[in-house]
């Protein structure tokens, strides 16, 4: 089964709060016939729109190729959360690459965000950005060790925009009796994630990149020129770049054992009016600690915009609203009563490491993909970086490169319930506090 067309219908975005409240640009015709280019970019979320953009505007001929239409993955659907640092913290890294590498990390991280607020200022993005992010700790035991994380970044990284939060604190910011203390990043954000892709297609549009929509690529032939074949067309280019993450299908069958795409999903009620400021008291958004992270925000006219709950098979569910209620109401018991308006589902993809997988899979192939929820900003750079690698300045994109990126156990059709039931352990150590 194609992720790609399982959920979804052909050329249409989900029915989400993101699709209702964007405005939508106009169709892009698809590839017919045979295209010369010097680069073709599959995909067009962030990180494919990211590297048709960079690399049109360093002179290279782009033909852009999105199955679907722009944004219609993980990029347009998610929770707009453009967070810090790599998916692990600093310490982990220091300890699996060393300092100095685990510090070139940490600042091609800050880069990330410094680019996504370059892209909205250059390019005039009406995405809606604000700064914010709460880390919201379920266990009391566990504080501690967030406000020492703070305390590092601070001392080793000259990181002073983390307010660690007390129990009381949070519980004024966030209206929830769940939350035992954590922290407030004041140099992540969070914005509107479909106004965000869309402004990228329009920007790479206008450097001369050429965009593909409803364009599924089903092969790749590798080569010093490389054909890249869709139904309808081909192109030719020097260079071909991934940027397909959990919708790779079998593309590439290594990037496909270290990337595995997994489903999660997220709902928008309606207007809260005065009982926003029950939720929170500030325009901040929060990420949790449950391994199947609760994260949210509100919307600009005073919505909950609440992610929660996974799944492992190709398919939704049939009752996404019912889903994601049950921990939208575990965090807030108020809001037992409240209607759901939009409940939509997407397709990220997640790696064992939680650390974004970069490869070059043939001399002139590059891929990254595997962002494990941490994508707004990191895919954005990835992009910049493919860009980069391929005018030869790769020096960025192999430090990516050398995170360690283990494949899944199993092969074919065994990766997946496999991973649905390591998955479950961890659900289950949610469930009971562990």
């Not at 009391?140 to 939060?165: C, G, N, Q, T």
């Not at 769940?178 to 990043?185: A, E, H, L, P, R």
């Not at 992009?383 to 990126?405: I, K, S, V």
């Amino acid at each position: 089964m194609n992720l790609l067309f399982a959920n979804d219908k052909r050329g249409a975005y989900p029915a989400s709060y993101y699709t209702a409240n964007t405005p939508l640009l106009p169709e892009h015709p698809p590839l017919k016939g045979a295209a010369r280019a010097d680069v073709c970019v599959i995909g067009g979320g962030y990180t494919g729109l990211s590297a048709a953009l960079h690399l049109a505007q360093r002179g290279y001929d782009v033909v852009l190729l999105e199955a679907q239409r722009l944004g219609f993955g993980a990029s347009g659907r998610n929770g707009g959360q453009v967070g810090s640092g790599q998916r692990a913290d600093q310490t982990q890294l220091e300890r699996m690459l060393g300092d100095g590498d685990a510090a070139r990390l940490w600042h091609l991280a800050e880069d990330a965000k410094a680019l996504v607020a370059e892209l909205i200022a250059t390019h005039g993005m009406d995405c809606g950005f604000r700064p914010g992010v709460v880390h919201a700790e379920w266990q009391a035991r566990h504080v501690p060790h967030v406000h020492a994380y703070a305390e590092k970044l601070l001392r080793d990284y000259e990181y002073d925009l983390i307010e660690p939060l007390t129990r009381q604190e949070i519980r004024t910011l966030v209206g929830s009796p769940v939350y035992q203390g954590g922290s407030v990043d004041w140099g992540a954000g969070h914005l509107n994630p479909l106004a965000f892709a869309l402004g990228l297609a329009q920007a790479a549009e206008r450097a001369g990149a050429r965009l593909c929509e409803g364009s599924a690529v089903h092969q790749v032939q590798h080569g010093d020129r490389a054909v890249v074949r869709t139904d309808k067309g081909h192109v030719e280019a020097d260079h071909v770049i991934l940027a397909c993450n959990g919708y790779l299908g079998g593309l590439d069958d290594r990037v496909a054992a270290r990337v595995m795409p997994i489903n999660n999903f997220m709902v928008a009620t309606e207007p809260l009016g005065k009982r926003a400021a029950t939720v929170l008291a500030k325009p901040v958004a929060v990420a949790d600690s449950r391994f199947v992270v609760n994260y949210f925000r509100l919307s600009e006219d005073g919505r909950l915009i609440f992610g929660g709950g996974e799944s492992y098979g190709y398919r939704f569910p049939e009752d996404i609203a019912s889903k994601v209620r049950k921990p939208m109401q575990e965090v807030f018991p108020q809001l037992a009563d409240v209607k759901i308006d939009y409940a939509w589902g997407g397709t990220l993809a997640i790696t064992r490491s939680r650390l974004p997988h970069f490869a070059r899979v043939a001399p002139n192939v590059l891929s990254a993909s595997g962002y494990s929820g941490h994508g707004v900003a990191l895919a954005t750079l990835a992009g910049r970086l493919m860009g980069e690698a391929t005018a030869g300045q790769a020096e960025d994109f192999d430090l990516m490169a050398r995170l360690p990126c283990p494949p899944f156990p199993g092969a074919g059709g065994l990766r997946r319930p496999l991973l649905a039931l390591a998955m479950g352990w961890y659900g289950l150590r949610d469930t009971l506090g562990i």
